[in-house]
């Protein structure tokens, strides 16, 4: 298992990365009807958050930069539900909670998976 985590280690930064180009594609989006998607839509931004936030705190070293990397995640999600309206999609202030309960979440899952590997 310490194999794989430190595997993920090492790619933390690339899949950070493509969490955030899915979220920022899938978010802003033009629709004209949003899909029918199982699940909550809450739960969706929870998980998404969670994802990018695990992944981008993950590697980081020092107090300052993971507080730094769960902070652009949640300003990330705040600006992307201002913008949303712009682009045919509604934004929402719970929306924006969902994705901030859901990076404070993967911080603390980063932070408790970095501990196992750097065992």
Request: contains cysteine.
């Amino acid at each position: 298992m310490q194999r794989h985590l430190t595997v993920l280690y090492r790619h933390a930064d690339r899949l950070a990365l493509g969490c955030v180009l899915a979220i920022g594609y899938l978010s802003l989006m033009p629709l004209v009807e949003l899909p029918d998607a199982p699940g909550n839509d809450k739960i969706h931004h929870l998980i998404a958050y969670g994802m990018l936030t695990f992944f981008a705190t993950l590697p980081r070293k020092t107090r300052k930069t993971v507080v730094a990397a769960l902070l652009a995640a949640i300003a990330y999600g705040g600006l992307i539900e201002v913008i949303q309206p712009y682009v045919n999609r509604y934004g929402e202030v719970g929306d924006f909670l969902a994705d901030a309960a859901g990076a404070v979440l993967g911080g603390l899952l980063a932070h408790g998976v970095s501990r196992f590997i750097r065992a």
